[in-house]
Nanobody, 128 residues
């Protein structure tokens, strides 16, 4: 069965860095998006960064542009999220998700319903 597994969350101070990893287990069709979402307490889940395997440019939420970098390693079936200059508002549970399809990976609120597979989430806490 297909599953996604995240790791790398933790607690850091404002301005610090973390690197999240998401590994795919099982068979996944090519031509797909791998996207990181996050959910803060009391808020809707939002897309943070997405990257398709078709060679297109990554998608980023405005709030993380210039600070977060998404990348993929096909050989390792892994997707990474490098998070630099972290802010307290970045606090939340981070999930990786998979959907089939090409083009820019959708990030807007509500598009999480388009994603088929989800990891269990990893907590990121940024203190002021």
């Amino acid at each position: 069965a297909q599953r996604l597994e995240e790791s790398g969350g933790g607690s850091v101070q404002s301005g610090g860095s973390l690197r999240l990893s998401c590994v795919q287990y099982g068979y996944f069709y090519s031509w797909n998006c791998m996207t990181w979402f996050r959910q803060a307490p009391g808020k809707e889940r939002e897309g943070v960064a997405g990257l398709n395997d078709d060679g297109g440019a990554p998608s980023y939420a405005d709030s993380v542009k210039g600070r977060f970098t998404i990348s993929r390693d096909g050989a390792k079936k892994a997707t990474y999220l490098q998070m630099d200059n972290l802010k307290p508002e970045d606090t939340g549970i981070y999930y990786c998700a998979w959907r089939r399809g090409g083009g820019p990976c959708p990030l807007s609120v509500g598009t999480d319903a388009d994603y088929t597979y989800w990891g269990q989430g990893t907590q990121v806490t940024v203190s002021a």
